[in-house]
């Protein structure tokens, strides 16, 4: 997995010294841009929706949260009982998580990490949360990251992708154009079909099929949820796709290809579209 590694020094990079500034502001109630303010509410309403997709009551549950960001699913997991290992590559994200952590009223409970999410010596979990942390890699990594995790996880693994729509890609490649100083790492459009196909024929993932899935679209953010549920078989469940939520503040990912988790700066810096003194974004916090 050398693409998986070199990707993921170049997004441990990127924001722990370049969008740290703009991701704190994001991931926090300071005022944004309009465009920003989109990414917020997006991120808002994807956090909202794999929360859906997790139990209701988590106590004595573990959940690991890939790629968590500042924090704020971690606690809302928590809150419903859930034990927590919340781990990231950037450790200045992790050190605002843990500045910004509530106290947990009940049996729930937060360890954060720096480092790997694939690590195998985070152990095993119930349910695996990945938003917006696997939307830099490339197809086959995805999958094989998720292979990784599946040997891991007892329950689900909900995660989010970029989609492929036509803005989007055109995005993608114009982004190849800027300077790789004004870029952050590059958001990569993947067809659900397609991921479909490689997920089908992973032999790691063969116990587990996709639930449902869900598009968010909220101005500069775009994203699809997916959910993978492990089956006591290798029977495969039926797929169930849920409507997408749009419009106004109430959607999902930045179609800024340049863009992701905190990279709220890349779809600013690349359409030249700095409302106010914002940044733009993406990651699970």
């Known amino acids: ?126 349910h695996v949360v990945a938003m917006d942390s696997l939307i830099h890699y490339q197809a086959p990594d995805i999958v094989r990251a998720l292979a990784e995790l599946s040997l891991r996880t007892d329950g689900s693994i909900v995660f989010t992708v970029a989609p492929r729509t036509a803005l989007l890609t055109l995005m993608h490649a114009a982004g190849k154009f800027f300077p790789k100083a004004d870029r952050a790492p590059a958001i990569v459009p993947i067809t659900e079909g397609g991921l479909r196909r490689r997920i089908s024929r992973e032999p790691a993932l063969e116990r587990f099929a996709v639930e449902r899935t869900r598009r968010i679209n909220s101005g500069f953010y775009l994203s699809n949820a997916i959910e993978l549920t492990k089956s006591p078989s290798s029977n495969h469940h039926p797929h169930a796709e849920e409507p997408e939520r749009s419009g106004g503040l109430e959607g999902g990912l930045q179609p800024v290809a340049q863009s992701f988790e905190p990279s709220f700066e890349a779809a600013s810096q690349h359409l030249r579209m700095r409302g106010g003194n914002g940044s733009a974004g993406g990651r699970s916090a």
């Open 1 to 126: 997995m050398s693409s998986y590694v070199t990707r993921r020094s170049q997004l441990e990079t990127y924001f722990d010294r370049t969008a740290v500034e703009a991701w704190s502001r994001l991931t926090s109630d300071a005022p944004v841009s309009k465009i920003r303010a989109t990414v917020r509410a997006g991120r808002d309403a994807m956090r909202t929706t794999l929360l859906d997709w997790l139990p209701a009551d988590m106590r004595g549950l573990r959940l690991l949260d890939a790629g968590c960001g500042t924090g704020a699913l971690a606690v809302e997991a928590a809150r419903r009982g859930a034990h927590v290992t919340a781990i990231d590559v950037s450790p200045t994200l992790i050190g605002l998580a843990r500045e910004r952590l509530p106290e947990i009223a009940g049996p729930g409970s937060i360890e954060f990490h720096v480092g790997d999410m694939l690590d195998p010596w985070l152990g095993r979990f119930d």
